[in-house]
C-alpha cells in the first residue's frame, strides 16, 4: 500500500467505484428501456458508469500524483453533534419543543472540549423560551410545546 | 419605455408595508446568522427557510433574496473585524480589510465595503431587469436537447471556476445526479433507490441535503479544530473615510461592479468567483502591489463590490433559464419548489408581479444593509464575543427546527444527520460538496430534458449535435474542459486560488 501517493484521490477514488457500483447494482432491476424510450434504469446506470470510471481515474492517479494524507477524523465532535440532533428529531414531537430544546442544547454543547454544564443547561432554557416564542407563537408552526404523552 | 414599467409594477410590489417589513427582516436575519463564523449562506437559507413558510411567495421570495444579501454582507464584517470569513466569498476581504482593522481603519473598511456593495447591487439590478426579458424569451425558444445541453455547461462550468480536483468535483456532480434522482420517476411511477423506505419514494429534500453537508458538518469541522479567534476591539476611528481613500477606492468600486455582473452570469460564476477575480486584478494594476495585504482600500472595495455584483447578476440564469448556477442558486430553487414556484422563462410571463417585485426587492434590501448595518456594527461586534461553545449548540437548534418542520417528519433530521457524516468524510477527502448539490438539484430536469431529446430523435445521440444552439454549448463545454487540462492555465487557476 505504500504505492499510493495521494491517499485522499485514493480514497475517494475507491468510495466513488462502491458508489457507482451500488447505483449499478440497485438499477439492475429497473427497466432499462431503448435510448427512445428510456426506461427508469437508464439515466441511473449512465450515471453509475460514470461514477465508477471517474472513481477508477482518482484511484489510479493516486498512484502517480503528490498528495496529502488524511486528517485525523477526531469522532467525539462528530457523534455528540449528529447524536443530539437525531434525538431532538425523535422526540420533539412526543415530548414538544421546550424540553426537546433544552435536551439538544445540554446534550450538543458536551461535544465542545469547554463544555460547561451550568452554562449549558442556562442557554438550553433560554433559546427554549426563543424557539417556543419564535417558531411556534411567532410563526404558527405545528410544533407541540410541552409533551403530549399526558393526552 | 418596457423596462420602466416593469421596474414601477416590480416597487409597487416590493414597495407595499408588508413586503418591505419582510425585506428588513430578511435582510436582518441573513446578517445576523451571516456574522456567526462557519455559517455560509448556503446553510443560512436552509436554516431561515421555515420563517417564510406562512408567507405568501412573493414575500417569502423577496425575504429569502434579503436572507442572501444579509449573509452575504455579514460575512465581509466578520472579514474585516475578525480576519474570519463567514463564507467563501468573503474570503480575500480578510487580506487587506483585516489589515485595514489593524490600523484602526475598521470604520473605513467596513463604510467602503458597504458603498461599493451598494452602489454594486444597483448596477447589478438594473443589469437583471434589462437582460431577463431577451433572455427568457431565447429560452423559451429551448427544446430538450438545448436544455440538456446547456445544464451540461452549466455544471461543467461550475467545477471548471471552482477550486479543487477537477474529476473529485465532476464525480461529486455525478453523485449529486444520482441522488436528484432518488424518488418515484415520474415517467414510470417506479420508486428508484429508495431501499423500501417510504418516505424516500418522494426524494431526499434539497434543505436535507443543503442543511446536512453545509451546516452540519461545517459546525463539525469547526469543532475538531482549536478556537482561535481576534476581535478587533480598538476605538474606531469614525466610519468616514478620508479624501484620499475614497479617490483610492472608487476606481476599484467601479471595476469590481463590472467584472462581478460579468462573472456573475457564467455557469459556476457568482459572489465568490467575482471577488478573486477582482483582488487579483487589483492587485495587477496597483501602483504600488506591495500594499497589498497590508490594508490597500482597493483590496477591500474591489472584491466587495464584486462580490455582491456576482451575487445579485447569478439569478439571471436561475430566474431567466431556470438553471442555479452554484449553491446559493440551488438553494433558492428548493426554496422556490417549496412556495410552489418553478423557476423558469415561464415565471416571467405567468406571475409578473412576483418576478419584477423580486428584482426590486433586490435593491431594497441592498439599501437596506446600508442604511440598517452601519449603525448596528455595535450589536454584531458584541454577538461576535459571544463563544463558540455557547453558538454551535443554538446554530444546531435552528437547523434541527428548520429540517424537522419542512415535513414535520423525524426522518428528514435522520437523512439530515447522515448528510452532515457524509459532509464530513468528504471534507476529509477534500471533496467539495457545492458541486454535489448543484446536480442534486439539476439531476431531475437534466433526466426529462435527456428523455424527451431522445424520444424526439427516435433515440439518435447525435441530435445534441445536430441543433445548433445544442452542439454550441456542448463544444463550449468541451472546450472549457480541454483549456483548464492545459498545463499553463491550470497552473493560473491553481495561483488565483492560492493567492487568498
Redesign the interface.
Same mark, same amino acid.
Given at each position: 500500500m505504500s504505492a499510493i501517493r495521494s491517499p485522499k484521490d485514493f480514497w475517494s477514488g475507491v468510495l466513488f467505484v462502491l458508489i457507482g457500483a451500488a447505483a449499478l447494482a440497485l438499477s439492475a432491476k429497473y427497466s432499462l428501456g431503448t435510448a427512445a424510450r428510456m426506461g427508469p434504469g437508464y439515466f441511473p446506470r449512465i450515471l453509475g458508469i460514470l461514477m465508477i470510471a471517474l472513481g477508477l481515474i482518482l484511484a489510479l492517479r493516486s498512484f502517480k500524483l503528490e498528495g496529502a494524507p488524511v486528517p485525523r477524523w477526531k469522532l467525539r465532535p462528530t457523534l455528540v453533534v449528529l447524536g443530539s440532533v437525531v434525538m431532538f428529531g425523535a422526540i420533539v414531537q412526543s415530548f414538544g419543543v421546550a424540553i426537546s430544546t433544552v435536551a439538544l442544547i445540554v446534550a450538543a454543547s458536551a461535544a465542545s472540549r469547554e463544555f460547561r454544564p451550568k452554562e449549558a443547561l442556562i442557554a438550553g432554557v433560554l433559546l427554549a423560551t426563543l424557539a417556543v416564542g419564535v417558531f411556534v407563537v411567532g410563526l404558527k408552526l405545528q410544533l407541540p410545546i410541552w409533551p403530549t404523552f399526558f393526552g | 419605455m418596457d423596462l420602466l414599467s416593469h421596474l414601477a409594477l416590480g416597487f409597487g410590489v416590493a414597495l407595499t408595508p408588508v413586503n418591505l417589513l419582510y425585506a428588513l427582516v430578511g435582510a436582518l436575519l441573513g446578517t445576523l446568522i451571516g456574522v456567526l463564523p462557519g455559517i455560509g449562506p448556503v446553510a443560512t437559507i436552509a436554516m431561515l427557510l421555515?420563517?417564510t413558510?406562512?408567507l405568501e411567495p412573493v414575500s417569502a421570495l423577496i425575504m429569502l433574496a434579503g436572507i442572501y444579501y444579509g449573509a452575504q454582507y455579514g460575512g465581509s464584517t466578520t472579514s474585516i473585524l475578525m480576519n474570519m470569513p463567514g463564507e467563501a466569498a468573503s474570503v480575500v476581504t480578510c487580506l487587506d480589510g483585516h489589515q485595514m482593522a489593524r490600523k484602526g481603519e475598521a470604520g473605513a473598511a467596513l463604510t467602503i465595503a458597504a458603498l461599493g456593495s451598494f452602489f454594486a447591487g444597483t448596477v447589478a439590478t438594473l443589469l437583471v431587469a434589462a437582460v431577463s426579458t431577451p433572455l427568457s424569451s431565447l429560452a423559451l425558444k429551448f427544446g430538450p436537447a438545448e436544455y440538456f445541453s446547456l445544464m451540461v455547461l452549466g455544471l461543467i462550468g461550475a467545477v471548471v471556476l471552482a477550486h479543487g480536483?477537477l474529476?473529485?468535483a465532476? *464525480?461529486m456532480i455525478?453523485?449529486g445526479?444520482?441522488l436528484g434522482?432518488v424518488g418515484t420517476?415520474v @415517467?414510470?411511477g417506479?420508486a $428508484?433507490?429508495d431501499f423500501g423506505i417510504p418516505e424516500l419514494s418522494d426524494g431526499i429534500g434539497v434543505v436535507v441535503v443543503a442543511m446536512g453537508l453545509f451546516g452540519?458538518s461545517e459546525?463539525?469541522l469547526n469543532?475538531?479544530m482549536t478556537e482561535k479567534r481576534e476581535l478587533i476591539t480598538a476605538k474606531f476611528k469614525g466610519f468616514w473615510l478620508t479624501k484620499k481613500q475614497f479617490q483610492a477606492a472608487w476606481p476599484a468600486v467601479l471595476r469590481g461592479t463590472g467584472l462581478g455582473s460579468i462573472l456573475g452570469v457564467l455557469p459556476g460564476g457568482g459572489a465568490m468567483l467575482s471577488s478573486f477575480a477582482s483582488y487579483t486584478i487589483e492587485k495587477k494594476i496597483a501602483k504600488d502591489p506591495s500594499q497589498f495585504g497590508k490594508g490597500a482600500i482597493q483590496g477591500v472595495a474591489g472584491p466587495e463590490s464584486a462580490n455582491n455584483a456576482g451575487a445579485q447578476t447569478s439569478f439571471i440564469p436561475l430566474l431567466t433559464l431556470g438553471i442555479p448556477e452554484n449553491a446559493v442558486m440551488a438553494m433558492m430553487v428548493g426554496a422556490m419548489t417549496i412556495h410552489n414556484i418553478q423557476p423558469g422563462p415561464q415565471v416571467m410571463t405567468s406571475n409578473p408581479g412576483l418576478f419584477w417585485g423580486l428584482i426590486a426587492s433586490m435593491w431594497i434590501g441592498n439599501l437596506m444593509l446600508v442604511v440598517l448595518n452601519l449603525p448596528m456594527i455595535g450589536i454584531w461586534i458584541k454577538l461576535l464575543t459571544v463563544?463558540?461553545?455557547?453558538l454551535?449548540? *443554538?446554530i444546531?437548534?435552528?437547523? *434541527?427546527?428548520g429540517?424537522?418542520?419542512v415535513n @414535520?417528519t423525524?426522518?428528514?433530521?435522520?437523512q439530515?444527520?447522515f448528510f452532515?457524516?457524509i459532509g464530513?468524510?468528504?471534507a476529509?477527502?477534500?471533496?467539495e460538496p457545492a458541486p454535489l448539490l448543484l446536480g442534486f438539484v439539476l439531476g431531475p430536469m437534466?433526466?426529462e430534458n435527456? $428523455?424527451r431529446a431522445?424520444?424526439l430523435? $427516435?433515440?439518435?445521440?447525435f441530435v445534441f449535435m445536430q441543433r445548433p444552439i445544442s452542439a454550441g454549448l456542448l463544444i463550449a463545454a468541451v472546450l472549457l474542459i480541454i483549456l483548464i487540462g492545459l498545463p499553463n492555465i491550470k497552473r493560473k487557476r491553481e495561483e488565483a486560488f492560492q493567492e487568498a
Open positions: - | 421555515p420563517t413558510y406562512a480536483s474529476i473529485k465532476i *464525480a455525478v453523485l445526479l444520482l434522482i420517476d @415517467n414510470s417506479v $428508484r433507490f452540519f459546525i463539525i469543532l475538531e463563544p463558540y461553545r455557547v454551535y449548540p *443554538a444546531l437548534l435552528f437547523c *434541527a427546527i429540517v424537522y418542520t @414535520n423525524s426522518f428528514d433530521v435522520m439530515t444527520a452532515g457524516l464530513v468524510l468528504f476529509k477527502l477534500e471533496c437534466m433526466e435527456l $428523455r431522445l424520444l430523435s $427516435r433515440g439518435d445521440p
